[in-house]
Protein backbone atom coordinates (compact mmCIF):
# COMPACT_ATOMS: atom_id res chain seq x y z
CA UNK A 1 0.00 0.00 0.00
CA UNK A 2 1.11 3.75 -0.60
CA UNK A 3 0.15 6.75 1.48
CA UNK A 4 0.72 10.60 0.72
CA UNK A 5 0.95 12.74 3.65
CA UNK A 6 0.45 16.27 3.62
CA UNK A 7 1.57 19.40 6.12
CA UNK A 8 2.08 23.25 5.42
CA UNK A 9 -1.48 24.06 5.58
CA UNK A 10 -2.53 26.96 7.94
CA UNK A 11 -3.82 30.69 8.21
CA UNK A 12 -1.57 33.63 6.49
CA UNK A 13 -2.06 37.30 5.70
CA UNK A 14 -2.96 38.33 1.92
CA UNK A 15 0.45 38.67 0.50
CA UNK A 16 1.99 35.87 2.69
CA UNK A 17 3.38 32.57 1.93
CA UNK A 18 3.22 29.34 2.40
CA UNK A 19 5.16 25.95 1.80
CA UNK A 20 2.76 22.54 1.52
CA UNK A 21 4.91 19.52 1.28
CA UNK A 22 3.45 16.10 0.70
CA UNK A 23 5.27 12.90 1.58
CA UNK A 24 4.46 9.21 -0.17
CA UNK A 25 5.26 6.03 1.63
CA UNK A 26 4.60 2.04 1.10
CA UNK A 27 5.36 -0.27 -1.77
CA UNK A 28 7.01 2.34 -3.85
CA UNK A 29 8.83 1.69 -7.03
CA UNK A 30 8.84 4.91 -9.07
CA UNK A 31 6.76 8.09 -9.12
CA UNK A 32 5.35 9.00 -12.76
CA UNK A 33 4.22 12.34 -11.09
CA UNK A 34 2.53 14.18 -8.34
CA UNK A 35 0.82 18.01 -8.29
CA UNK A 36 -1.26 19.03 -6.12
CA UNK A 37 -5.42 20.17 -6.27
CA UNK A 38 -7.50 22.12 -4.22
CA UNK A 39 -11.71 21.96 -3.85
CA UNK A 40 -13.85 24.27 -1.94
CA UNK A 41 -17.48 23.65 -0.79
CA UNK A 42 -20.04 23.34 -3.55
CA UNK A 43 -16.51 23.28 -6.11
CA UNK A 44 -15.14 20.59 -8.09
CA UNK A 45 -11.61 19.83 -7.51
CA UNK A 46 -9.37 21.44 -9.89
CA UNK A 47 -5.70 21.08 -10.36
CA UNK A 48 -3.20 23.42 -8.84
CA UNK A 49 -0.13 22.40 -10.56
CA UNK A 50 1.79 19.20 -11.41
CA UNK A 51 5.08 17.99 -11.66
CA UNK A 52 6.15 14.71 -13.33
CA UNK A 53 9.40 12.36 -13.70
CA UNK A 54 11.13 14.33 -16.39
CA UNK A 55 10.56 17.60 -13.87
CA UNK A 56 8.01 18.81 -16.67
CA UNK A 57 5.35 20.73 -14.81
CA UNK A 58 1.63 22.69 -15.21
CA UNK A 59 -0.08 25.47 -13.42
CA UNK A 60 -3.80 26.70 -13.21
CA UNK A 61 -3.63 29.73 -15.29
CA UNK A 62 -4.79 31.50 -11.75
CA UNK A 63 -1.60 30.67 -10.09
CA UNK A 64 1.42 30.92 -12.28
CA UNK A 65 4.03 33.43 -11.72
CA UNK A 66 2.82 32.55 -7.87
CA UNK A 67 3.28 28.96 -6.60
CA UNK A 68 6.16 26.76 -7.42
CA UNK A 69 6.12 23.10 -7.84
CA UNK A 70 9.43 21.07 -7.13
CA UNK A 71 10.07 17.80 -5.65
CA UNK A 72 12.77 15.84 -3.88
CA UNK A 73 13.27 12.28 -5.64
CA UNK A 74 15.19 10.63 -2.59
CA UNK A 75 12.21 11.63 -0.33
CA UNK A 76 9.56 10.68 -2.54
CA UNK A 77 8.24 14.49 -1.68
CA UNK A 78 6.85 17.18 -3.62
CA UNK A 79 6.97 20.60 -2.45
CA UNK A 80 4.38 24.04 -3.57
CA UNK A 81 6.19 27.42 -2.43
CA UNK A 82 2.82 29.51 -2.28
CA UNK A 83 3.49 33.23 -2.50
CA UNK A 84 1.50 36.52 -2.79
CA UNK A 85 -1.48 34.78 -1.39
CA UNK A 86 -4.78 36.22 -2.31
CA UNK A 87 -7.96 35.07 -0.50
CA UNK A 88 -9.66 33.46 -3.49
CA UNK A 89 -6.86 31.09 -2.65
CA UNK A 90 -8.39 29.45 0.45
CA UNK A 91 -9.18 26.02 0.06
CA UNK A 92 -8.38 22.36 0.83
CA UNK A 93 -5.22 21.31 -1.26
CA UNK A 94 -4.79 17.96 -1.84
CA UNK A 95 -2.15 15.95 -2.93
CA UNK A 96 -2.30 13.64 -5.48
CA UNK A 97 0.53 11.13 -7.14
CA UNK A 98 0.81 8.59 -9.96
CA UNK A 99 3.11 6.15 -8.55
CA UNK A 100 4.09 2.28 -10.06
CA UNK A 101 4.00 0.00 -7.25
CA UNK A 102 6.47 -2.56 -6.51
CA UNK A 103 3.92 -4.80 -7.42
CA UNK A 104 3.71 -3.36 -10.62
CA UNK A 105 0.55 -1.53 -10.41
CA UNK A 106 0.19 2.00 -11.47
CA UNK A 107 -2.43 3.75 -9.54
CA UNK A 108 -3.32 7.08 -8.16
CA UNK A 109 -3.09 8.31 -4.69
CA UNK A 110 -4.67 10.89 -3.03
CA UNK A 111 -3.67 12.61 0.73
CA UNK A 112 -5.92 13.44 3.09
CA UNK A 113 -5.80 17.68 2.72
CA UNK A 114 -4.39 20.12 4.26
CA UNK A 115 -6.59 23.28 4.55
CA UNK A 116 -5.23 27.11 3.74
CA UNK A 117 -6.81 29.79 4.61
CA UNK A 118 -5.66 33.36 2.89
CA UNK A 119 -7.33 36.22 5.25
CA UNK A 120 -7.94 40.20 3.73
Known amino acids: QVQLVESGGGLVQAGGSLRLSCAAS????????MGWYRQTPGKERELVAF???????NYADSVKGRFTISGDNAKNTVYLQMNSLKPEDTAVYYC??????????????WGQGTQVTVSS
Open 51 to 57: IRKGDST
Open 96 to 109: NANILTLRGTIYEY
Open 26 to 33: GSIASINA
